[in-house]
């Protein structure tokens, strides 16, 4: 019976493994340079830092340039992001510029790949985790981060929150510039935040209380690189 129950142990360990690395596959880095990030859980909106190398390559997107996994080669670009944008509008022709310059470029699964590294980067940030977070972002987002967790821990204070969940991801900009794809995104979450004493106590916040946040994050990636990883270039709180 024990042995059993350790193979079966084993198993699920093994399987937990697979699926921690699924999800770390999620994030990456690289460079850029436009708004600062920010605090989601300090009552005072944006602070920690600047830079464009936090990394997010986008589920589906693991082989190399020139090897689109859904094979989107077979669509016009205009048929790929149908959809996804007003026809003629700035966005759909920014779209169209990107699918037309990276063949693995696909928009439903690009969103999908980008809400994923938002829950996973605030998720980390609000549980102060440093070795989490260091491999996704570049060294100056990284500090941001690291001196916003650093206050918080030199003035006592917790987080404790948890991610609800997103109710809306839209692609707001879109554009191929220098031979890099910038794309931009509307985050509408949901979040439970408080911030604890030292002694346990609430002192901002509540932690039964679910709210609304609003951010807006740009992922950008070169698209002559082999490196099909997207990276987030800049963030920015809207409320």
């Known amino acids: 019976m024990n042995e059993i129950f350790d193979i079966y142990t084993l198993l699920f360990l093994v399987l937990a493994v697979v699926i921690f ?9 690289r460079t850029g340079n436009e708004r600062q990030p920010y605090d989601p859980y300090s009552s005072q909106n944006g602070t920690p830092s600047s830079g464009r190398d936090n990394v997010v390559p986008m589920p589906g997107q693991e082989g190399h340039q020139g090897t689109p996994p859904y094979q989107e080669e077979e669509r016009d670009p205009e048929e790929r992001v149908e959809g996804f944008a007003p026809a003629g509008s700035e966005l759909s022709k920014g779209l169209i510029e990107i699918a037309r310059n990276d063949l693995s470029f696909d928009p439903k699964h690009f969103i999908s790949g980008a809400k994923q590294a938002y829950e996973l980067i605030l998720t980390a940030f609000g549980e102060g985790n440093r070795n989490s977070l260091k491999p996704l972002l570049n060294k100056d987002v990284y500090e941001g981060f690291a001196s916003a967790i650093a206050q918080r821990e030199e003035e006592g204070k917790i987080v404790d929150s948890s991610f609800v969940g997103i109710d809306k991801a839209d692609l707001i900009e879109a554009e191929v510039k ?13 979040l439970i935040t408080a911030i604890r004493n030292r002694s346990g106590e609430v002192i901002e916040g509540d932690p039964k209380a679910i709210h609304e946040v609003t951010d807006i994050w740009t992922f950008a990636r070169e698209i002559t690189s082999s490196d099909p990883n997207w990276k987030l270039v800049a963030t920015q709180t809207a409320n």
């Open 21 to 29: 690395l699924r999800l770390r596959s999620v994030l990456g880095r």
């Open 178 to 190: 220098n031979k890099t794809a910038r794309i931009t995104i509307k985050f509408v979450s949901q």
